[in-house]
């Protein structure tokens, strides 16, 4: 009894000073992001960083099937795409013929809701499937559905898609000026990246890395281990539509060729650049990304170079990490950060 | 054949209580041309304790892996408290009482002894999906408390399972295999590399089971399987050899000519 009691004193004092537990890198990296549009000007706001909370969102997505439940889905840029294309066809356009011109709060669920249900029947598809053939089925989705959408005029408007697709005026803001577009970036962002790591170490969560490294078992302890692969397609979809709807936003428009095959790959890049353990990799991975996107082209130039080898950079940048450190940037933070507990001369690990 | 009504009245008679907790009928399991179990026929009443022998390849765990769903069998058919499961997914066999232990640990080695249990005993509830976590005082995490206790592990709680002791895993299999109400248990050779003081507390933890809580235990070691069974079957490749009392089958010159034959080293 008395070790009882002692253990849910302890239980609870931890519990009630959670917010203590929070690092202290967390605000500081917390408060810069909040205080950032005092300092930074409109472009990088808008483009650096809205850009990059998008880009993060959907690499998180992946993060979250491929880091939890082992499955590497090469599907969630057309999600975001998917998700985009709907806010078009239900709410506003400047494509009258097609777009329907509900209201937000019909369109916006009801986008949310079909990205979901479109990835609930892929992840059925593809759960069936191991490693590469994981990939494979969904890359071979992922091109169906960029020729699809550039073909069919009907729905999706053909090769040139949508434009003029804009955010609702919600409590009088423009959302896509700079200062607003980055909170609300950041805010969803933010959600997201807190929902996958609290959904991590809930049931649905844990049960997903059990599934990951032990299917078998995990059928031997009641799990369903297919719905739980799809259940987890789902839960991604809707991180990455959420991300779609803003990225659609962000630039007004959505086309084919914002899930082109580039951009499909590309978000397997950021996932891989980042990490894929843990959730704030993505986002890591995303700023690189947006960086060498931006600018490497004007570097380039600078050093007198052709400014389309920016992609090779980026090429190279992948081969480095997948070489050095296949668990990203992360993976290397953590290597240098053990390496400083230990003592240089005999490689023990000191005592703090 | 039969009409669907009538099949479908009958599997609910049986399954009121009069059925066996577990019937196979002329099961058997093919690898390419191996018969690794061939046309075995076995009944276990509920509450029964069974000890199954059987030298090494005898199709033991291959029973297991049958009546679990781990695989499905080449043929025949199981029944589970008088439903027939045979074309049933391991989970379903397990949301509906079955439990299992495995030969060689299959665990969860990145994650800490709670959290197996706890898996074990989401699995088995309703909370599969639940996208909310535990709290303190979770019913589920309160349960798995409890079989940590059982198995004494307490020390060992928040340990990741990759630094437990062989014996320790041993135990938090057996506590994962008590999770949520079984109604039947297989457990594949529970003793096997413990030390006699660890054997002695797996004895006391399957005794000290609830009288309803009926099992099959794969057990080379005639002593801990007598101790704790009520009946034995021996299989001998791949078939059932001899049914019978644990005094019976001690004493049988067949089975001691083919099993106990200077196995008194143990
Ligand atoms: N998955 C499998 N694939 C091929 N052969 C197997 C498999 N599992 C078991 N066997 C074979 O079936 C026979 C019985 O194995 P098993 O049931 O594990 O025996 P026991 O548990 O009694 O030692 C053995 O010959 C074994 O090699
Ligand atoms: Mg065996």
């Known amino acids: 009894m008395a070790v009882e009691d002692t253990r849910l004193t302890a239980t609870r004092r931890t519990e009630a000073r959670w917010i203590e537990r929070i690092p202290l890198a967390y605000w500081v990296l917390g408060l810069a992001l909040l205080m950032m549009p005092a300092f930074a000007n409109d472009f990088v706001l808008y483009q650096i960083f809205g850009w990059t909370f998008i880009l993060g969102m959907i690499a998180l997505s992946l993060m979250f099937l491929a880091g939890y439940g082992g499955m590497v889905s090469l599907l969630q840029m057309s999600l975001a795409a998917l998700a985009g294309y709907m806010v078009a066809i239900f709410g506003t356009s400047a494509i009258e013929t097609i777009s329907m011109g509900w209201p937000w709060y019909v369109s916006i669920p009801l986008a949310l809701l079909v990205t979901v249900l479109f990835a609930t029947i892929c992840g059925w598809l593809a759960v069936r499937t191991e490693g590469i053939y994981t990939i494979m089925i969904t890359l071979a989705i992922a091109s169906a559905f960029f020729y699809f959408t550039r073909q069919n005029y009907v729905v999706f408007n053909g090769f040139s898609g949508f434009n003029g697709v804009l955010p609702p005026d919600l409590f009088g803001v423009d959302w896509r000026g700079p200062k607003a577009f980055y909170y609300l970036t950041l805010f969803w962002a933010t959600v997201s990246y807190l929902a996958v790591r609290y959904v991590s170490k809930a049931p649905f969560g844990l049960a997903l890395q059990g599934v990951r490294d032990n299917p078998r078992r995990m059928a031997a302890l009641g799990y369903n281990v297919t719905a739980h692969r799809v259940a987890a397609y789902a839960f991604a979809a809707l991180i990455a539509g959420v991300a779609g709807i803003l990225l659609t936003w962000q630039s007004a428009q959505v086309s084919p060729g914002t899930a082109g095959i580039g951009p499909v790959v590309d978000i397997l890049v950021i996932a891989v650049i980042g990490g894929l353990r843990r959730p704030i990799g993505p986002f890591i991975g995303a700023l690189i990304y947006v960086l060498l996107k931006t600018f490497a082209v004007d570097v380039l130039i600078s050093l007198g170079l052709a400014g389309e080898r920016f992609q090779l950079l980026i090429g190279i940048g992948f081969l480095v990490i997948v070489f050095w450190s296949p668990d990203g940037i992360l993976g290397l933070w953590d290597r240098w950060k053990e390496n400083r507990g230990r003592d240089p001369l005999t490689g023990e690990r000191r005592e703090r | ?266």
């Open chain 2, 1 to 266: 054949m039969n009409a669907p009504t009538t099949s479908a009245i009958a599997e609910r008679m049986s399954a009121t209580g009069t059925a066996n907790a577990l019937e196979l009928r002329n099961v058997s399991k093919f690898f390419g041309a191996l018969a690794a179990m061939e046309d075995i026929s076995l009944s276990v009443r509920p509450g029964e304790r069974r000890a199954v022998l059987g030298s090494n390849g005898a199709g033991k765990t291959t029973l297991f892996n049958c009546v679990t769903g781990d695989f499905l069998p080449t043929s025949g058919t199981i029944r589970f408290f008088g439903e027939d499961v045979s074309a049933f997914p391991a989970h379903e066999r397990i949301r509906r009482g079955l439990r299992r232990t495995y030969q060689i640990s299959l665990l969860f080695s990145g994650l800490t002894v709670i959290d197996n249990i706890y898996l074990a005993c989401v699995g088995v509830s309703r909370e599969r999906f639940s996208f909310l976590r535990a709290r303190r005082d979770d019913a589920l995490m309160a349960s798995a408390e409890d079989l940590i206790r059982l198995v004494h592990l307490e020390d060992a709680t928040h340990t990741p399972v990759a630094e437990l002791s062989y014996g320790q895993q041993r135990q938090l299999e057996i506590a994962m295999a008590l999770s949520g109400a079984p109604r039947f248990i297989l457990f594949d050779e529970p003793a096997a590399g413990l030390s006699p003081t660890e054997r002695r507390e797996l004895i006391d933890i399957l005794t000290g089971l609830p009288g309803h809580m009926g099992f099959i235990i794969i057990e080379h070691d005639m002593d801990v399987a007598l101790r704790v069974a009520e009946s034995v079957t021996m299989m001998h490749n791949g078939r059932i050899f001899k049914e019978g009392k644990p005094a019976e089958i001690e004493d049988d010159p067949e089975v001691q000519a083919l099993y106990l034959g200077g196995g008194d080293d143990g």
